[in-house]
């Protein structure tokens, strides 16, 4: 009797789909405590506000930028997120466990599609969807409450059923991928950047104009109804405001500099690439690309200066960018690559997918992050194992690279975890100290700081409109963004110092870290000594 063959491959299919829902999850359960940072409170108060009034999400007032302002014109989100935020904390709460916990999902969603598409595109669907979990910028965007991780979950999602509409020619398929495309969109707006990309792939797919193409049109439908309805709601609409905001913002740099952090920011958040160095060049290539490229990156260094948004520059610092551009140098070079070698709609796809997100990140868009790095993560995994040369070794040696990997995704992912944590920490201990006190404890800042400060009971002072008297406190973290100084009216009166992380930091301008901007820092994440965080107490004259 002939085996039944097909009985294996349903159970390797089986415990493949099992292995990259646990992994993301055995990841990020240990961090659900994360205290809520960076822009997640903007999300949460939207949440907050769309549970009494849920067709007016964003009508409500809110100190962010030091003085009240309409919701609307603070948040250059869209409000996907805040109405899951909404849902899960109606039916579990508000705590931090139970929001990051819900969090999973999309994490775990981001993960299952780009295992699926990995399928179609490469030999190995597990491996490629581990090379691109096991990674800094995964880990720490799904430690968050942000709408990043959820946004590139639909976006994947969106790719996956249009690839397989076309393949098996399911027009259900096609829909469900333009109905996806539109709630990326409306998660975070560069989920937009799918129609384009779709219309050329599926144009490169039969070689000129289909029907199928009409499909594309639901969605910019949908988001030119979602446009028309914000500007009667509020007197703009808000993807034309946030663009407004992105294209006049003041931090750009010009394009050179620009273009080069975002390679090092590139290099950082995939560095899971680098330890797959040797399975994708030739030795002999391999020695010449590190010569060139290390001898070419020290003349660029010192050339342009980048150095200037640190204050400390040290042999660490050097290494961990050069290997950082590096890595991001051999991302652009095998997208590229792959293109030449395949030259079919697949590698199309996946060259205008990364490229794409690259030139928004380090071109377009008014600060290089490193989560606006996220979106080309499925793109990555599957462009590493198409490349890699698996001719002269076992299938099973390819996963050697992945546990330094996981290993120094977990260790930013701390890094991260503690410098939440820390905000948190500093609102209590604030909030101890200063109970009993006659005078009134301001305090500036933003990002977690002001969401735990808040919650404590001590309101942000608003610079046009605090009844702020003769000795009331002003207390700030030197790290924290807007900050207005008033050095003819106040004095220092104590100094609050709390530890961080003993590892290294992910926004630290003293390292050189700015993973949430490369105003702090023009590498996503550094490793060295980290200062105490300081929290600064004045009083007012």
Request: proline fraction near 4%; glycine fraction near 4%; aromatic fraction near 16%.
């Amino acid at each position: 009797m002939p085996i039944d063959t097909s009985f294996f491959h349903k159970n390797q299919i089986a415990w493949s789909i099992i292995l990259v829902i646990i992994i993301p999850a055995l990841c990020l359960i240990p961090f659900a405590d994360k205290a809520f940072n960076m822009d997640a409170p903007l999300f949460i108060w939207a949440a907050q506000h769309i549970q009494s009034d849920p067709f007016n999400f964003y009508d409500f007032s809110v100190n962010w930028y030091n003085t009240a302002n309409a919701m609307f014109m603070t948040n250059q989100n869209p409000p996907g997120v805040s109405y899951y935020i909404a849902f899960v904390a109606f039916l579990f709460g508000w705590s931090e466990i139970a929001l990051h916990l819900a969090f999973l999902l999309p994490a775990i969603a981001l993960s299952l599609g780009t295992y699926f598409l990995a399928k179609e595109f490469c030999s190995f669907p597990v491996l490629a969807t581990l090379i691109s979990i096991l990674t800094p910028v995964f880990l720490v965007s799904s430690s968050t409450v942000m709408s990043d991780t959820m946004m590139v979950a639909l976006y994947v999602w969106a790719v996956v059923s249009w690839v397989y509409g076309l393949k098996y020619d399911k027009n259900g398929l096609l829909l469900l991928s333009s109905i996806l495309i539109a709630l990326a969109a409306l998660t975070k707006y560069f989920g937009a950047s799918l129609i384009p990309l779709l219309f050329v792939y599926t144009w490169a797919v039969f070689r000129k104009p289909n029907r199928k193409l009409l499909f594309l049109l639901l969605p910019c439908v949908l988001l030119v109804g979602y446009e028309y309805l914000t500007y009667v709601l509020y007197g703009h609409g808000l993807i034309l405001w946030a663009q407004s905001y992105a294209s006049n913002s003041p931090y750009g740099l010009q394009s050179f500099s620009h273009t080069f952090i975002g390679l090092i920011f590139l290099g950082g958040c995939y560095a899971s690439v680098l330890f797959y160095t040797p399975f994708l060049w030739s030795a002999t290539i391999l020695k010449k690309i590190i010569l060139i490229i290390s001898l070419l990156m020290l003349v660029m260094v010192f050339y342009i200066g980048v150095f200037s948004s640190t204050n400390t520059i040290d042999l660490s610092f050097i290494v961990q960018l050069l290997l950082f551009t590096i890595t991001g140098l051999q991302i652009i070079a095998l997208t590229c690559l792959d293109l030449w070698k395949h030259r079919n709609p697949s590698a199309l796809l996946l060259a205008l997918w990364i490229i794409g997100v690259f030139v928004f990140v380090s071109v377009l868009n008014w600060t290089v992050n490193a989560r606006t790095l996220l979106p080309m993560l499925p793109a990555i995994g599957i462009l590493i194992v198409r490349n890699l040369s698996v001719n002269s070794i076992k299938t099973w040696q390819l996963t050697i690279p992945l546990i330094p990997a996981a290993i120094l995704a977990l260790f930013v992912l701390l890094m991260d975890y503690d410098w939440a944590n820390n905000t948190r920490s500093a609102a209590l201990q604030l909030a101890k100290k200063y109970e009993n006190s006659e005078e009134t404890l301001w305090f500036q800042g933003s990002w977690g700081f002001q969401y735990y400060m808040e919650k404590e009971g001590i309101q942000k002072l608003d610079i046009k409109h605090s009844p702020v008297n003769s000795r009331d406190l002003m207390v700030f973290s030197t790290t924290d963004s807007n900050i207005t100084y008033f050095e003819n009216h106040t004095h220092l009166i104590d100094t609050l110092f709390i530890p961080v992380s003993r590892w290294g930091a992910t926004l630290n301008s003293k390292l050189g870290a700015g993973y949430y901007s490369h105003q702090w820092g023009i590498l996503p994440f550094s490793f060295g000594k980290v200062p105490d965080e300081v929290y600064l107490i004045y009083r007012f004259n």
